[in-house]
């Protein structure tokens, strides 16, 4: 029951010790953990973007409704969709899956034709909202496996996603945030970390059907 154990201990972090940094490996481990979530048919339509600079953390502090954990966090991990969605994600999917598996594009023909209708079917907000449902579960992973290594985050969308997009420069790289993670040890002040969680009951949450 270990998973359960990291899980209760696990809590949005709003008060970071910023003296204490996530070490280059745990990052690493972290990083490898979102990039192993599962996503719909594979294709992976986000990117985690990895901001460790002090000072660019601080200017973030005002496009983040002023929550001071975006700075005081020893790592900040934005999730950003790819906007630049359609056949070409299938495609690199397909190269990706070549690569990696040593087949012959001939042999994901069947998948591929199948995603292009997949993509086809939405419209860009469509294939936006998708994309988002999907760095989404990437970022529980990543919450989850920095609670099993005692690694406090804050899930955040208090923040303005287009400010954002600018002060990272990620238009160019086509990428929209969506969602971000700062992580880091938790202060000796944060004092609701330890608070009894409030959840539904049980029998709130879970519907039987027999
Ligand atoms: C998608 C998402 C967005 C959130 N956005 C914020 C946020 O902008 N600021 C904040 O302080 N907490 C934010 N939270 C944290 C929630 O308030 C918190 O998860 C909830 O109150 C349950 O508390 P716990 O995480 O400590 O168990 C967010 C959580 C999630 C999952």
Request: hydrophobic fraction near 40%; charge should be negative; charged fraction near 25%.
């Amino acid at each position: 029951m270990k998973a359960l154990e990291s899980l209760k201990w696990r809590a949005s972090v709003r008060k970071f010790d910023n003296s204490l940094k996530v070490s280059d490996k745990d990052l690493e481990t972290l990083l490898e953990a979102g990039n192993l979530a599962a996503t719909s048919g594979g294709l992976q339509p986000f990117k985690i973007v990895v901001v460790s600079n002090n000072e660019l953390k601080k200017q973030l502090v005002p496009m983040s409704y002023n929550q001071e954990q975006v700075a005081t966090a020893s790592h900040l991990l934005v999730f950003a969709t790819e906007t630049a969605l359609g056949k070409n994600t299938v495609d690199a999917y397909v190269d990706r899956a070549a690569e990696v598996r040593g087949l012959e594009h001939s042999a994901l023909e069947g998948y591929k034709n199948s995603m292009y209708g997949y993509m086809d079917m939405m419209d860009e907000n469509q294939q936006q909202a998708w994309a988002r449902n999907q760095a989404y579960i990437s970022l529980g992973t990543v919450m989850t496996i920095a609670a099993d290594m005692k690694i406090d985050s804050c899930a955040m969308e208090g923040f303005e996603p287009l400010k954002y997009q600018e002060a990272l420069n990620l238009k160019s790289k086509n990428l929209m945030p969506v969602v971000i993670l700062p992580i880091g040890y938790r202060s000796e002040e944060e004092v609701m970390a330890d608070a009894p969680k409030v959840r539904k009951t049980t029998e709130n949450f879970i519907v039987e059907i027999n």
